[in-house]
């Protein structure tokens, strides 16, 4: 999903593909993408890092051709993988996650995956339309916000991971005023790149850890991440980009608690599911 986030939204930005193309797009692979993550069983649930992978792509200038895009993608996918069954290799434990409720969990799903893809095309379509309409240069950052509230488990944990969402953010793009701004110790120079890289990293670490512990704080980590991989692709004003993070963000975040909450009635099948595997 990472890898076609990319490879879409790479042909958008060389094709010169924006505002309108990108939402009606992305809108579409966020249905699409939300049939694929249930079926598959995401964890973290729903298709946001490929619409996140989407919208990055398409809204910078790119310096490469396709196809070597596309090859960076497939290999720091496969160099992830490989990390990642370093670990199952030393534990040598498999898990196929087969349950005892295993047929009546699948006819859940596909009555729930309906739903919840429409609820994903409603919200990041409005968000990316909300964006595109007030003039933002970054649209995706609010079509990616919307998509958050919805990958979790129930209404409260939407509404919540909206909240997060946005708390952290605006924390996190407190740590990127101090890290840009003009000052003796600036990281927004071309030759400040390899710093700019290293501090990445270093946050990367931090969300990672925090993830799928904490939301919000993972968020004040994450949010410079995001923030300083764009000006490291495209540099712009500084004070631009925050302003417009933080906008979007909160935009993109209501709407997809609004959506989230409109189209509960007290339990759902996704809610059940969650709790019949866990």
């Known amino acids: 999903m990472l890898v076609t986030g990319v490879a879409v939204g790479t042909g958008l930005s060389i094709n010169g593909l924006h505002s309108w193309w990108l939402v009606g797009i992305e809108t579409l692979l966020a249905g699409l993408g939300s049939v694929v993550a249930d079926r598959l069983n995401f964890r973290p649930s729903g298709p946001f890092f490929g619409l996140l992978a989407l919208g990055a792509c398409a ?35 498999w898990q196929p996650g087969a349950t005892r409720n295993a047929a ?3 006819g859940l799903r596909r009555q729930s995956a309906g739903l919840q ?10 968000a990316g339309a ?51 701004q003009p000052a003796p110790w600036q990281l927004h120079a071309p030759q400040d ?9 270093l946050l990367q670490f931090t969300t990672e850890l925090f993830m799928t512990r904490h939301y919000g704080l993972a968020m004040v ?47 759902s099948a996704t809610s059940v599911i969650h709790s019949l595997e866990f």
């Open 104 to 106: 009546f969990l699948g």
């Open 130 to 180: 909300a964006g595109v309409l007030s003039g933002s240069a970054y649209p995706h950052w609010a079509m990616a916000a919307a998509a958050v509230p919805l990958a979790a488990a129930d209404l409260a944990g939407g509404i919540y991971r909206g909240i997060h969402r946005v708390v952290g953010t605006f924390l996190g793009l407190g740590i990127v005023a101090v890290l840009l």
């Open 221 to 267: 980590s994450f949010t410079p991440v995001i923030v300083l991989a764009t000006q490291l692709a495209a540099p712009a004003d500084p004070y631009a980009l925050i302003s417009e993070r933080a906008v979007e963000t909160l935009v993109g975040a209501t709407i997809g608690v609004i959506i989230l909450v409109a189209s509960r009635r007290g339990g």
């Open 117 to 126: 893809a429409g609820r994903y095309v409603l919200a990041v379509g409005t």
């Open 59 to 93: 809204s910078i200038p790119v310096a490469v051709p396709w196809f070597t895009a596309v090859l960076i993608a497939v290999g720091s996918g496969a160099f992830a993988i490989v990390i990642g069954f370093f670990g199952w290799m030393r534990r040598r434990v």
């Open 193 to 201: 790149a390899p710093a700019l890289v290293v501090v990445v990293i």
